[in-house]
């Protein structure tokens, strides 16, 4: 069968004889290779021209339509960018919005002088809303726990225990969830460890709805000397 046709069957010049008259020719509806026909209406008939290639077909507002598929969230990784930590604060800015959570790894992560603490902050901002809490892995005697916890910080602090003043071991992870979203605060977890059996855990919040576009490291007061910084997208 080469086409489909609706036909009428009159009766002409009241012979028995039955001829057809064509009423309509459906292939004349077909423009193209792939094309599909469907009814619009009651007795209706229209043609969904075919989609492009990796499309499915699917229903928008009651009628067959071409889309194509979201790729739906794979946790996987992109590398968006390697720093050196030098001077007193490193500021990553211009951070791709494109991804759903932020990480980051500072490696080794070392100061000029004792007796300071790595910080975060985000957007330039050292207004006084972000608060932390976590808790610890105390060296020596076998291990204990301690807590810890800040309210109304002008920053992050990374950790529990001061950065060392050589090159060493340290690792800090920093995750930042839902960084680009605009409807609520951002949560931020971060863990890691200075020194042999020091590993901490913190969560912490930045009380701000804004989309994180630039995160700051901050040495503390004293200056980093060395240390990396590698910053992750996450789908």
């Given at each position: 069968?080469?086409?489909?046709?609706?036909?009428?069957?009159?009766?002409?010049?009241?012979?028995?004889?039955?001829?057809?008259?064509?009423?309509?020719?459906?292939?004349?509806?077909?423009?193209?290779?792939?094309?599909?026909?469907?009814?619009?209406?009651?007795?209706?008939?229209?043609?969904?021209?075919?989609?492009?290639?990796?499309?499915?077909?699917?229903?928008?507002?009651?009628?067959?339509?071409?889309?194509?598929?979201?790729?739906?969230?794979?946790?996987?990784?992109?590398?968006?960018?390697?720093?050196?930590?030098?001077?007193?604060?490193?500021?990553?800015?211009?951070?791709?919005?494109?991804?759903?959570?932020?990480?980051?790894?500072?490696?080794?992560?070392?100061?000029?002088?004792?007796?300071?603490?790595?910080?975060?902050?985000?957007?330039?901002?050292?207004?006084?809303?972000?608060?932390?809490?976590?808790?610890?892995?105390?060296?020596?005697?076998?291990?204990?726990?301690?807590?810890?916890?800040?309210?109304?910080?002008?920053?992050?602090?990374?950790?529990?225990?001061?950065?060392?003043?050589?090159?060493?071991?340290?690792?800090?992870?920093?995750?930042?969830?839902?960084?680009?979203?605009?409807?609520?605060?951002?949560?931020?977890?971060?863990?890691g460890h200075v020194e042999t059996n020091n590993v901490y855990f913190q969560v912490a919040n930045y009380r701000s709805a804004s989309a994180i576009t630039s995160v700051t490291l901050y040495a503390g007061g004293t200056n980093?000397?060395?240390?990396?910084?590698?910053?992750?997208?996450?789908?």
């Amino acid at each position: 069968m080469t086409g489909v046709q609706t036909c009428a069957l009159p009766i002409s010049n009241a012979l028995p004889t039955p001829t057809w008259d064509i009423i309509d020719d459906v292939q004349s509806i077909i423009n193209a290779a792939g094309d599909l026909l469907y009814g619009t209406a009651n007795d209706t008939v229209g043609r969904l021209g075919i989609g492009t290639n990796g499309q499915v077909l699917t229903v928008s507002s009651g009628l067959p339509s071409w889309q194509t598929p979201v790729t739906p969230d794979t946790g996987s990784e992109t590398l968006l960018g390697t720093f050196s930590l030098t001077g007193p604060t490193v500021t990553i800015s211009g951070i791709n919005q494109t991804y759903k959570h932020l990480r980051l790894e500072v490696v080794n992560a070392y100061v000029s002088a004792g007796g300071f603490q790595l910080g975060i902050y985000f957007n330039g901002d050292t207004s006084s809303i972000y608060s932390r809490a976590g808790f610890r892995l105390q060296p020596g005697g076998g291990g204990t726990f301690t807590g810890g916890a800040n309210e109304n910080f002008p920053r992050i602090p990374v950790g529990f225990t001061n950065m060392p003043t050589a090159a060493g071991s340290a690792i800090d992870e920093i995750l930042i969830t839902n960084y680009s979203v605009t409807d609520h605060f951002k949560m931020v977890k971060n863990w890691g460890h200075v020194e042999t059996n020091n590993v901490y855990f913190q969560v912490a919040n930045y009380r701000s709805a804004s989309a994180i576009t630039s995160v700051t490291l901050y040495a503390g007061g004293t200056n980093f000397s060395g240390g990396t910084v590698r910053v992750y997208g996450v789908k």
